[in-house]
T-cell receptor, first 112, second 114 residues
Framework: SQQGEEDPQALSIQEGENATMNCSYK?????LQWYRQNSGRGLVHLIL?????REKHSGRLRVTLDTSKKSSSLLITASRAADTASYFC????????????FGTGTRLLVSP | DSGVTQTPKHLITATGQRVTLRCSPR?????VYWYQQSLDQGLQFLIQYYNGEERAKGNILERFSAQQFPDLHSELNLSSLELGDSALYFCASNLGGGVGNEQFFGPGTRLTVL
């Protein structure tokens, strides 16, 4: 079973617009990670935010985490056609060795 | 390129058969993770090995087993295959050791069971 639910399931925008994806999860976490997957390929790590952090930036990416609401959001600014992919949040609840639990994913389509 | 390799890329087999998927982690990584991605179940964690030992287990069926060898490569064995086992199987690796950090994913093996 999946820990996270992502919203929206699919998002279609124009190049230059911002894209926001939301992730909700069920249990307490140590950290939350966002991954990107191009069609049928392996996942690529984008950003990790720890449970004691509220916001993190990496290039055009901004991630927020609200542990009281058990939710996170990923904002991609000034989107490009190359950002077209599926985006997954993954929660890591274990204190010891990792056991990532992935959300359902958001399919992002950026049109030129 | 993540540095994680998986073979084969594609595998087509029949129900009831047994297959072995292979994963070589990034140089220096001690942990290997296996995931299954299917349309109905999404991306599911199966099992993790750290330096040859099993460390965490997820939704792995009893028909499935894995191991990590002394050279740190890992194999996932799937037996008595069913149609529902058709999926993308990914392995990922990282240094491991209990510190939460990113995982590096291989390109996956697409398994089709006919």
């Amino acid at each position: 079973s999946q820990q996270g639910e992502e919203d929206p399931q699919a998002l279609s925008i124009q190049e230059g617009e911002n894209a926001t994806m939301n992730c909700s999860y069920k249990t307490s976490i140590n950290n939350l990670q966002w991954y990107r997957q191009n069609s049928g390929r392996g996942l690529v790590h984008l950003i990790l935010i720890r449970s004691n952090e509220r916001e993190k930036h990496s290039g055009r990416l901004r991630v927020t985490l609200d542990t009281s609401k058990k939710s996170s959001s990923l904002l991609i600014t000034a989107s490009r056609a190359a950002d077209t992919a599926s985006y997954f949040c993954a929660t890591d609840a274990r204190a010891g060795f990792q056991k990532l639990v992935f959300g359902t994913g958001t399919r992002l389509l950026v049109s030129p | 390129d993540s540095g994680v390799t998986q073979t084969p890329k594609h595998l087509i087999t029949a129900t009831g058969q047994r297959v072995t998927l292979r994963c070589s982690p990034r140089s220096g990584d001690l942990s290997v993770y296996w995931y299954q991605q299917s349309l109905d179940q999404g991306l599911q964690f199966l099992i993790q090995y750290y330096n040859g030992e099993e460390r965490a287990k997820g939704n792995i069926l009893e028909r499935f087993s894995a191991q990590q060898f002394p050279d740190l490569h890992s194999e996932l064995n799937l037996s008595s295959l069913e149609l529902g086992d058709s999926a993308l199987y990914f392995c990922a690796s990282n240094l491991g050791g209990g510190v939460g950090n990113e995982q590096f994913f291989g390109p996956g093996t697409r398994l089709t069971v006919l």
